[in-house]
Nanobody
């Protein structure tokens, strides 16, 4: 399985970006795809996740600003990021797992597959 993330860039505070993550090699019929981020000097943290079929999960810090969605036909997950803040600056990684349990989705070590990361910089 390969995950290809894209869509990062430089944006001013209050702006928006949409990240994409396309999976190839297998279809995650019942799995979870997620976004994590890692800022310099900090640990990787959970951002959002989606279970194929609709259920979504968010970190408190991004809830009501970010939206995760899944295009089944394209096997692609999107992260729409609105009202961006400087503290959202980080490298964003997509992750996937075909059999992760719900209690584990916020922990990066439980995911089998990772994309290469895309950098988001929010200027103040």
């Amino acid at each position: 399985v390969q995950l290809q993330a894209s869509g990062g860039g430089l944006v001013q505070a209050g702006g928006s970006l949409r990240l994409s993550c396309t999976a190839s090699g297998r279809t995650f019929n019942n799995g979870v795809m997620a976004w994590f981020r890692q800022a310099p000097g900090k640990e990787r943290e959970f951002v959002a996740a989606i279970r194929r079929g609709s259920a979504t999960y968010y970190a408190n810090s991004v809830k009501d600003r970010f939206t995760v969605s899944w295009n089944n036909a394209k096997n692609t997950v999107y992260l729409q990021m609105n009202s961006l803040k400087p503290e959202d600056s980080a490298v964003y990684y997509c992750a996937a797992d075909p059999s992760i349990i719900l209690s584990s989705i916020r922990y990066s070590n439980n995911y089998d597959y990772w994309g290469q990361g895309t950098k988001v910089t929010v200027s103040s």
